[in-house]
């Protein structure tokens, strides 16, 4: 498992101190920002109280440290936590004076949010399945886990031209998202040798790019070198002044592959000979073996649990678990009580999802239904994981700064509006949707089969909550594909458009059909179709519903928008010192002009 660096447990003095800085108005807001960003520390929408997000190395998480997650959001941030679509988990409406707290008591647990936010290597992803799943080459999460405590020590780490995001999947089935990371690490053998194939520049945002090999086979000693040089290029060469063109993607689409291999290769050659990058050898705890099969109960819950949640493992007699975290909001509670459950069942182990869900592993196959009857006791609703109903949706204006629409109160009508008419159909469990609340991708909507990502238009002298539609995304290396976008939707008629389109794909796809294939020959025309009947909305005077986004009860509105922290760093903190400075200059001068 993953141990947290000395060296980052001994930076946090430097927060602290800087904490105490911005209290005592010796240092400002503005320069305090970047500083906290790196440390994973969000201004929620209104500046009022924070969001601390914390590292999950490849989403692997211990019941302890569950445990210590829920102790600190009860105690300082209103017992409500996030997991979101990097595995990471967030702490929610935590105050400025507290965060230092937060971080401090998270350290004993090998948890911090460092490199959570900001121009960072942020948290490295794998498949969630990785060490259990019958197709991977091999278990990959103790090279990500290593690269991470490495990475974790590297001053460049956290002083990047933008952020840095590395994903590793254990197949070709590639559920980590290799083609859409900034660096992708698919696990190989060539001769009987452990390594992997290497992609480079891809990425999810407003310009979402496909990576593109840069190694067809790099063996697993030279991990650290691949990493560091690519680092090191992007450090040197990459754009530090244009925050909307300063990804490692767009530095490659300006120079171009050929170039950027080249100059990776001089400096994946320089590194190799003059330093010596050993990451630490992780071996996860292996499962083995055991007797005992899925007991038959007739329970009709159970049968979907089942169908849905419950997956064979590659070790015979186990099985994991997904359990759907609607919109990856969970209270502090509810997270204890699941983190308890190893009392009582034996060798399991914890996950979290890039569906935002949470994942338990190592169950024995007798146990299945007496952890089923345990969960419905915690939970009130975890059935249908990577069905339709599994809806994922960033924060959006829930708290994000650069949030239009209230992504989260859009996923929850679909879910309840939904659920009834569509367990059972043909597509139920094919269909994926991800919401986002703007256009950046934290919701990963750009690779959602069917996905939406807010809007904002006015009419007349009124702002309405907007969606645009896409379709067609996936993940999967040589199956990896970006959705194309097809229209707008007013907010307020998306449920209705979702209810139509589904019902027509339904009727149209046979049993055995792909879905993705159909989407991609038959969705656009199908969707086109139904989005001209809800294109339009009412005049305000006829009816103010559209111009209120779901979930709220006020007009909608841009107010609480805020530039985003995302990219807050070295650059933010040298910008708020010049502006300081020419700030004191122009008042000495006015204090030097003024008549006495």
Sequence with gaps: MFRLPEKVKQSIDEYRHSLSDVRRERLTPSRFRG????WGIYSHRGGKVFMTRVRIPVGAITSSQLHALAEVASKYGKASLHITTRQDIQIHNVKLTDTAKVIEYLKDYDLSPRGGGGNTIRNVVACPRSGICPDEVFDVRGYAVGLTEYLLQQESSFNLPRKFKISFSGCAHDCAGCLVNDAGFQAKY??????FAVFVGGGLGAHSRIGQSLTEFLPEEDLGYCVS?????????GDRRNKHHNRLRFLIEDMGMAKFRELYVQEFTRLKRDTDITLRQIQFRSMSDTEGKIPIVADEQFQDFLQYNVKPQRQRGLSSIDLRIPRGDISSEKLSAIAALVEDFENISFGTT??????????????TYRLFVKLKEILDDFLYPETAMDVV??????T????LCNSPGLAEIIETSLQKEMVGKKIFGKLQLKLNGCPNSCGQHPVGMVSLCGMARQIDNHRAPYYKLFLGGRKGIEKTRLAEA?????AKNVVNFLREFFD????????????????AEQGKSIATSILARHSCIPAYEEDRDYYIDWGKNEEFSLDGLGPGECGAGVLDMIEADLKDAWSAIDKAAADHCSPR
């Design 35 to 38: 500083i906290r960003v790196p």
């Design 190 to 195: 060539q001769d009987k040798k452990k390594g």
């Design 229 to 237: 040089a690519m680092n090191n290029v992007y450090c040197h060469t």
């Design 354 to 367: 890039q569906n935002q869900n949470l994942i338990i592993t190592g169950v024995r196959n007798k146990d």
């Design 393 to 398: 949706a960033c924060k959006g204006a829930l």
């Design 400 to 403: 994000c700064n650069l949030g």
């Design 486 to 490: 097809v229209g707008i939707i007013p």
């Design 504 to 519: 027509r794909v339904e009727q149209s796809i046979g049993e055995h059909d792909d879905l993705y294939r159909f989407l």
